[in-house]
T-cell receptor, first 113, second 117 residues
Framework: DQQVKQNSPSLSVQEGRISILNCDYT??????FLWYKKYPAEGPTFLIS?????DKNEDGRFTVFLNKSAKHLSLHIVPSQPGDSAVYFC????????????FGAGTILRVKS | KAGVTQTPRYLIKTRGQQVTLSCSPI?????VSWYQQTPGQGLQFLFE???????NKGNFPGRFSGRQFSNSRSEMNVSTLELGDSALYLC????????????????FGPGTRLTVL
């Protein structure tokens, strides 16, 4: 049973435009969400997180939005750059899970120059 | 501050052997978690150690075990290797100040690529 879903396996965006990556979750006990970026043969790099008490968190070009009622979060990257091309993972955790992160399957982002 | 380091980076073993992987967390971090990444199953949580104690465990067989030392360094052991254990094994560290309530941000190392022949 996939508790964290990233339904788009890939996304292609033009350089300078906005990239929007989506993530849905089914478990209402999740209350902390993170986005990681991963290049091949490297470990995931932390990008940004959001607690369930917020609906938005910004860090530079990255903004994460959380819609608790829809159990949906999204990562916006503006403007997109070729160096952003990577696999993006959404992850969730919560009190019940301790430090266990439950990951989505990932979305491959390609930014074309 | 130095990041999470993992050794070795690559490893080739044969079925039935055992393997030990090592992880050094970010200085000051007390929690270390291990994850397995495979093409079929994605990223899956193995276990978490905090203050030398296993605090959380995923759904993996008992062949997978770990430990943490007083300096927070951690090792993971897989005994009686199977072909399906071929994967990227990732270690993540976090401060541990969240009390294990899931609000710690975890920082990952580069991983150990294990191939079982």
């Amino acid at each position: 049973d996939q508790q964290v879903k990233q339904n788009s396996p890939s996304l292609s965006v033009q350089e300078g435009r906005i990239s929007i990556l989506n993530c849905d979750y089914t478990n209402s006990m999740f209350d902390y969400f993170l986005w990681y970026k991963k290049y091949p043969a490297e470990g995931p790099t932390f990008l940004i997180s959001i607690s369930s008490i917020k609906d938005k968190n910004e860090d530079g070009r990255f903004t994460v939005f959380l819609n608790k009622s829809a159990k949906h979060l999204s990562l916006h990257i503006v403007p997109s750059q070729p160096g952003d091309s990577a696999v993006y993972f959404c992850a969730a955790s919560g009190n019940e899970y301790g430090n266990k992160l439950v990951f989505g399957a990932g979305t491959i982002l390609r930014v074309k120059s | 501050k130095a990041g999470v380091t993992q050794t070795p980076r690559y490893l080739i073993k044969t079925r039935g052997q055992q393997v030990t992987l090592s992880c050094s967390p970010i200085s000051g971090h007390r929690s270390v978690s291990w994850y397995q990444q495979t093409p079929g199953q994605g990223l899956q949580f193995l276990f978490e150690y905090f203050s030398e104690t296993q605090r959380n465990k995923g759904n993996f067989p008992g062949r997978f075990s770990g430990r943490q030392f007083s300096n927070s360094r951690s090792e993971m052991n897989v005994s009686t290797l199977e072909l399906g254990d071929s994967a990227l094994y990732l270690c993540a560290s976090s401060p541990g100040t969240g009390g294990g309530l899931g609000t710690d941000t975890q920082y990952f190392g580069p991983g150990t690529r294990l191939t079982v022949l």
